[in-house]
């Protein structure tokens, strides 16, 4: 209440002070000064409510005379409504005011969401997947609900439903903190059960603590298959080591601290508790920065959702139910839209992504540097402990600004929404993120700390020391709302990996997998092998003092062996002096001047190739005029990778683009500009490409990063193609990126084909067309007909005739020889009769999930070849009955009438052009056009109102009889 509301109509009322820990907040948490309070009595309509209190503050902070709280509202609605036999009349003058109206659909909807008496909602299983219980034994499991108080612990009542008769579930009192309650079930089958993600476990009533009595508490932890492990403790004992969750243990119970130093440890991790993260649903929420979507006068994009398998949809309701539920997203009404896609991760969960490379291409790009981390690293040489920092979700940990929250709005076959946090993807995520750590942990930054974007390091000479610079930076992240994963924490070691490197007391030093692709390299056993050595090694000979005298040895395997296939094989002899020079030049490439530390504060440089063999990739920057290596990568393709039919050149090199730049390098590039350099021209044009779903997919992973690819021909890329073609042996229990990537119905291999058919079967059918069996035999004869023949023959034959030197005969087999433009391998396609052409098609189609007629006629060409093989793909197509049934149905339009004119300026055509250059100040073009004259004028402007087309109108032309607008 206003004070001088107070003192204007209630003189006399005595104003009491609070007491000075008492604070009151507004509903953005920004704190109210207030004078005190008075204790004042209520009536409603003749319904007395006495003794309240309110609080009386100063008129400048206070918008209104009066604010009424929900419990003076609530206490209306019981003594006007639940206490009158007729619960649904209004008194009168109440019925009239909006405001209580309002205020009293609220008690309404709080009533129904507690149909019974302090019930708060269900209780569903907080584990994601199903939960497993052994037969004749019961655990304890953690349950969520999302009713009751936010932001506060409370005591609840858990009651079984009969929904949960297949397992037997406790009825159990417990306190509710963020969400989640422990529930004890129990299977008395002699049978394995399984609780689903969305069951029931039991209603959840909430119980006053006033009614719960009892010295001692549960102390509860989370173990193995989402059981939880229950102590009952003294609540004023204090927590003892033992009693310590499992990962906390794991970071304290080790052979390299004392016993004084593990109870530091112990001590350190109990006072820094709320800061840690409890379960995957607990992420911080800071207030410091809001991430901006700056797109200036871009109109929305708006695009299709990519269509989902139908076994993928149940996946992306629980992936959007659970961040709806975590507050990540909300239902949209935007008219911005981007289309998802769903990458498998190798744990074989998903991540949800959002193709943001439409809005990213508007977007103007945020230039807060990143730091230079080449000039802080020789400060870590003093330190002997090491810490790293794992922030939980910390992405989602920063709001999106609620002006720009419309921009990230994404579609999907279950509706459209929006982010609230900020979302993986935008390219001005990272400058964001970065933005909020400098200004959190500046204090401590290159004297005990380093921060690149969510990597921390923290570093100190001893013990303690560190444990003090801990201190400072968790209470840091708890004042910014900032929260961490214990799990994936690193605290007080010997030795870390901080973006790419090796840090211990003795200095800094590249990791070691990231020179592994050139230290591993096998000794070459073939004359192709020591080529493509050389060839990486000399593209870096500048480097390399005496590189001539080095590798005279391995040139000299080379003597006498020109480029061709024959030579390319040879075995070669190879002795202790080729192996000295051929370490020689391991080691130079794999250290200073051609291995140097990355400059973050320069562009990078990519090199990517991919061959029949492996990946292969060079990160390099140009330091001080001269190209240095960063970093190498390579690893061999998996068993899925070497399939012709899924992977293409094409896929091979986008497959090799993604690998390098979201895995191999990521820590370099994240935030980072640099170019990528690739000998597959298509790769070039990726954003204008015809992209599949895996690719698609893949794309999407790169659209957060701020890159540009480039052509370069094989000749010039032998630094790349050298790892590709030789690279370092991947573990077999190593799942591949193509077994991670979800590969889509229509991006699997056609089941249908030549395997359906013995050979015996395809010679027969061939032997029944007459056109075949006629070119089959001037094929054999190796002779070509005289053109009157030809001319005799059908059009199929000619068609045939024309790839007669492409044709061979296979076996009594007639097949089209085709060659693999980049590997210059050759395979070959069967002709296929016309009578099996369409058994060809449909086994294919249906196979690849009824694709679109490109994907289908890539999967038919894959193994086949027939005369006018596109347009009979295309009319086959065309009378699918599953394709057509669920093509779009073209909407109808309604004949256009055209305008008659009878003499100039009789009707001008008037329409606005928006330039979308954020640059310009003039953003917007009107176009008149005289529809009798068809003279047009273009005007630039800089606005799109009504005054602004009317000052021309006027002015620029005389007022013509008619305006004709689309608005």
């Known amino acids: 209440m206003q004070q001088s509301f107070l003192e204007k109509h209630f003189t006399g009322i005595k104003t009491e002070k609070t007491p000075v820990f008492f604070q009151l907040r507004a509903a953005n948490g920004l704190e109210i000064p207030y004078t005190g309070y008075a204790v004042l009595d209520f009536e409603v309509e003749g319904i007395s409510i006495p003794g309240r209190g309110v609080i009386i503050v100063k008129d400048e902070h206070c918008t209104h005379p009066l604010i009424v709280g929900m419990n003076i509202v609530t206490a209306c609605w019981k003594a006007l409504f639940k206490s009158s036999a007729e619960a649904a009349s209004c008194p009168s003058p109440i019925k009239h005011q909006k405001a209580w109206r309002d205020a009293f659909a609220t008690c309404r909807r709080i009533e129904a969401t507690m149909a019974e008496d302090g019930l708060l909602g269900f209780v569903r299983p907080a584990r994601r997947g199903h939960i497993r219980v052994p037969p004749r034994s019961e655990m304890l499991v953690w349950g969520r609900t999302w009713r009751g108080p936010r932001g506060a612990d409370y005591c609840a009542l858990l009651d079984p439903t009969l929904e949960t008769s297949k397992v037997g579930v406790a009825r159990t009192l417990a306190i509710v903190r963020n969400g989640r309650i422990p529930v004890r079930v129990c299977n008395p089958h002699p049978y394995s059960l399984s609780i689903g993600r969305y069951e029931k476990l039991g209603k959840l009533y909430h119980i006053d603590e006033t009614d719960v009595h009892g010295p001692r508490g549960l102390s509860l932890s989370l173990e193995e298959d989402g059981a939880v492990e229950v102590t009952l403790v003294d609540a004023a004992v204090h927590t003892e080591q033992s009693e310590l969750p499992q990962e906390v243990r794991d970071l304290t119970d080790r052979p390299d601290l004392s016993e004084a130093q593990q109870e530091e440890l112990c001590a350190f991790l109990q006072k820094w508790e709320k800061v840690f993260a409890k379960h995957d649903e607990d992420f911080g929420r800071t207030e410091a920065v809001k991430h901006q979507i700056h797109t200036g006068g871009a109109a929305p994009i708006r695009e299709r959702y990519r269509p989902l398998p139908p076994l993928m949809y149940k996946e992306v309701k629980s992936l959007l139910s659970d961040m709806l539920e975590r507050g990540v997203i909300r239902e949209s009404c935007s008219p911005w839209a981007a289309p998802i896609v769903l990458v498998k991760k190798k744990d074989n969960s998903w991540r949800f992504c959002v193709d943001y490379r439409k809005l990213n291409a508007v977007t103007h790009k945020d230039a807060f540097p990143l730091p230079r981390i080449e000039e802080t690293l020789t400060s870590l040489n003093r330190a002997e402990w090491f810490s790293t920092l794992d922030l939980a979700s910390g992405y989602w940990q920063v709001e999106m600004d609620p002006q720009d929250r419309e921009k990230t709005a994404f579609t999907t076959p279950l509706g459209l929404f929006e982010f609230e946090r900020m979302p993986f ?223 293409s050149s094409f896929k091979l090199e986008l497959l090799a683009l993604k690998w390098a730049v979201t895995e191999k390098f990521k820590d370099y590039l994240t935030g980072a500009t640099f170019s990528v350099y690739t000998d597959n021209n298509p790769v070039a044009h990726l954003q204008t490409a015809r992209l599949g779903a895996t690719e698609q997919r893949w794309v999407a992973q790169l659209a957060s990063f701020n890159y540009s690819i480039k052509y370069r021909p094989g000749k010039s890329n032998t630094n790349a193609d050298a790892l590709s073609r030789f690279p370092v042996p991947t573990s077999d229990d190593e799942p591949s990126d193509a077994e991670a990537a979800f590969l889509a119905a229509v991006e699997l291999a056609p089941d249908g084909g030549s395997e359906d058919w013995a050979d015996g079967e395809w010679k027969l059918a061939q032997a029944n067309d007459p056109d075949i069996q006629v070119v089959k035999g001037y094929v054999d004869r190796q002779v070509r007909p005289p053109r009157a023949e030809r001319q005799a023959m059908s059009r199929t034959a000619q068609k045939l005739l024309q790839q007669q030197k492409r044709l061979v005969n296979k076996g009594n087999l007639l097949c089209r020889r085709v060659i693999e433009p980049r590997t210059n391998e050759e395979h070959y396609q069967i002709v296929c009769p016309s009578s099996r052409q369409r058994e060809v098609w449909m086994k294919i189609h249906e196979a690849a999930a009824h694709a679109g007629v490109d994907r289908t006629l890539a999967r038919v060409r894959q193994k086949f070849y027939w005369p006018d093989q596109e347009g009979e793909v295309r009319r086959y197509h065309q009378g699918c009955v599953a394709c057509s049934l669920q093509r779009e149905k073209v909407e109808s339009r309604a004949p256009l009438n055209p305008v008659v004119v009878s003499y100039p300026l009789e009707v001008i055509g008037l329409d606005f052009l928006s330039l979308g250059r954020p640059t310009d100040v003039f953003q917007n073009i009107l176009v008149a056009t005289d529809l009798f004259t068809r003279f047009a004028w273009a005007i630039p402007t800089r606005d799109q109102t009504a005054q602004t087309t009317d000052l021309f109108t006027r002015f620029a032309w005389a007022i013509p009889t008619r305006d004709q607008t689309a608005q």
């Not at 605290?491 to 490197?501: A, I, N, P, S």
């Not at 020591?530 to 391995?554: D, H, T």
């Not at 990355?598 to 001080?624: E, H, K, M, R, W």
């Open 425 to 647: 993807g935008l390219c001005n995520a990272p400058a964001t993120f970065q933005r909020l750590m400098q200004q959190c942990l500046s204090g401590q930054m290159a004297e005990s700390l380093l921060v690149y974007l969510d990597d921390i390091i923290i570093y100190s000479p001893d013990f303690s020391s560190h444990l003090q610079h801990l201190d400072g930076v968790l209470q840091r992240l708890w004042q910014h709302g900032l929260k961490l994963r214990l799990n994936k924490c690193k605290l007080l070691q010997r030795e870390v990996k901080f973006l790419g490197h090796v840090v211990d007391q003795r200095g800094v030093r590249p990791d070691p997998d990231k020179i592994s692709a050139v230290r591993d390299w096998p000794p070459p056993s073939t004359v192709r092998q020591v080529r493509a050595f050389l060839g990486l090694a000399g593209y870096y000979r500048r480097f390399v003092a005496g590189f001539a005298k080095i590798a005279r040895p391995l040139n000299a395997l080379l003597a006498g062996a020109p480029v061709n296939k024959g030579t390319e094989t040879r075995a070669v002899r190879w002795s202790p002096e080729h192996q000295v020079a051929f370490d020689a030049l391991k080691t130079a490439l794999t250290q200073a001047p051609v291995l140097a530390y990355a400059d973050y504060s320069l562009p990078f440089i990519l090199y990517t190739d991919a061959s029949n063999q492996g990946l292969g990739a060079v990160l390099a920057q140009v330091q001080t005029g001269q190209e240095r290596v960063i970093a190498y990568a390579s690893r061999s393709l998996h068993p899925a990778e070497r399939n012709d039919a899924n992977y």
